[in-house]
């Protein structure tokens, strides 16, 4: 079963139609892309899945359920979790505090909960303490672990973004651009990070990425928007040939 | 000296009280980024709410002691926290994506509402009612012209617990965590699963909860309360969260002892008539100065 199934996928604002009938599906465990020239409309999809627009028209189903008219914070409930093109780090919050941010939904004792349960709450928070810390050493951020995001570097703070994402416990993940403004060096170990996220974590992950040298070097699949509408999708090696696709990029495909 | 002393001990106590306003106007700027000018009125409803507890039958049966004083604060601040979620609720919240200036002129009105309503006979009616003892009014410290009552002290003390209990509750749990969060990016914060409707709901609770603590303490010290009542503490209070650098909690807190200080200080050594006018005084100096406040961040609003 495919774990998310995009459908008719529309969206206008007022009489621009910056994503026009998409039909997409995301299979469980795939590493896949999304690119197109800027103002494709590649963002818009994102928004779109995790419930900041409303699509004008057509269905999004996650693991079989209806999205579209949910939340934002339902959507993430349901395990899609986001970065974002432009960095949206809590900047005066500390590394630790970003990630905890993530869990809100994890372990689930609400407000409640902390004022009625203060022993199982407590237990919860020192249970989740371990999980972030667990997390970060992994990306290897446990020194930054107290820091505010805000005096990371760049790259540390598009690694917290991914962390901060993974707090949720996903099963999607959707990725905006995560190379820009990274150089090789930061690019190269980008690229190992996503594979590594998706066989250990077992997640499936979409990306919207203009390096074609990253997409191509981690993309099981590409699909390919143009002016909203999807032209192409297949392999790296058969989306890179597809005429409509060199003819959208106008030469700047290799 | 003693005399400084003594000023200086009336003006934090009272300042105790601005502060505890004050943390509701900032904590709901803070997240909404709008001055929710109702706020001083929920502050007056506070009163009354304490008010009809120890006039009624079971108050009166109750008299004056610990006991009553807590009971009278505990629902002063349920009453409160629940009025200002439904507030927000009924009146803010159909206005979430309104230009904030149309939520501000909505605060105003439900201001009014609460004043106005407040005066019809039915309801609290117009004239003053005097507020009933809550505890006896002890003299705790008495050397030469300095006096401390307990009052004094029970107002510092309760303020400062609450201000602790508030800085607990957000640095360490997680929905400070994720209060914090909302207030430096609701929509990141929603797509990271946080339902930010019921972080906002919280938000008025605890701020709303907060100013009906400051009421029983503030109604202890100036037993006279009608439905008006709530207008100039909560503009005193609205400035000291300004002076503090509004959205920021620590801020409104030494902002509310500041502002406190100033007027028993102006009372005491120039003139009782010029009290609220150095508050005002105040307010447009630090705009003019340091518009941001004292630990305000500044300019840095997106809009």
Sequence with gaps: MSLLNLKNLTMRFGGLTAVDAVTETIEPLLLMGLIGPNGAGKTTVFNMITGVYLPTEGQISFDGQNLVGQKPHEIAGTGIARTFQNIRLFPSLSVFDNVRVGFNNALSIGILGSILQPRSFWRGEKEIAEKIDHLLEMFGLLDQRNELAKNLSYGDQRRVEIVRAMATDPKLLLLDEPAAGMNPTEKQKLMSLIRYLRDEFQIAILLIEHDMHVVMGICERITVLDHGAKIASGTPEEVKNNPEVVKAYLGHSE | ?303
Excluded: W
């Design chain 2, 1 to 303: 000296m003693e005399e400084f002393l003594q000023q200086l001990i009336n003006g934090l106590s009272l300042g105790a009280i601005y502060a505890l306003i004050a943390l509701g106007y900032t904590m709901i700027y803070g997240v909404l980024r709008f001055i929710n000018f109702a706020h001083g009125d929920v502050f007056m409803i506070g009163t009354y709410i304490g008010f009809f507890i120890l006039t009624s039958s079971f108050g009166q049966a109750l008299g004056p002691g610990f006991g009553t004083a807590v009971i009278v604060f505990l629902a002063a601040m349920l009453g409160c926290g629940l009025l200002g979620v439904t507030i927000e609720f009924l009146a803010y919240r159909p206005l979430r994506t309104r230009p904030k200036l149309t939520v501000l002129i909505t605060a105003i009105g439900v201001s009014f509402f609460l004043e106005y309503t407040g005066q019809l006979s039915f309801v609290f009616g117009a004239d003053p009612r005097t507020f009933p003892t809550v505890v006896e009014k002890t003299m705790v410290v008495q050397s030469g012209s300095l006096v401390i009552d307990s009052y004094q002290i029970i107002i510092f003390v309760v303020a400062i617990v609450l201000m602790l209990g508030l800085r607990m509750l957000i640095m360490k749990t997680r929905i400070g965590t994720a209060l914090r969060a909302s207030s430096m990016n609701l929509n990141a914060a929603s797509l990271m699963g946080i339902n930010t409707n019921a972080v906002i709901s919280f938000t008025f609770f605890v701020g709303s909860a907060l100013a009906g603590a400051g009421a029983i303490l503030y109604a202890m010290s100036y037993p006279k309360i009608n439905p008006l009542m709530g207008i100039l503490p909560g503009l005193k209070a609205f400035i000291a969260a300004v002076l503090g650098g509004i959205g920021n909690i620590s801020g409104a807190a030494v902002g509310g002892f500041i502002i406190g200080s100033a007027e028993t200080m102006t009372a005491g050594y120039i003139s009782p008539t010029l009290r609220d006018a150095i508050v005002f005084a105040i307010l447009i100096f630090i705009l003019i100065v340091k518009p941001s406040g004292l630990f305000g961040q500044g300019g840095t609003e997106k809009v």
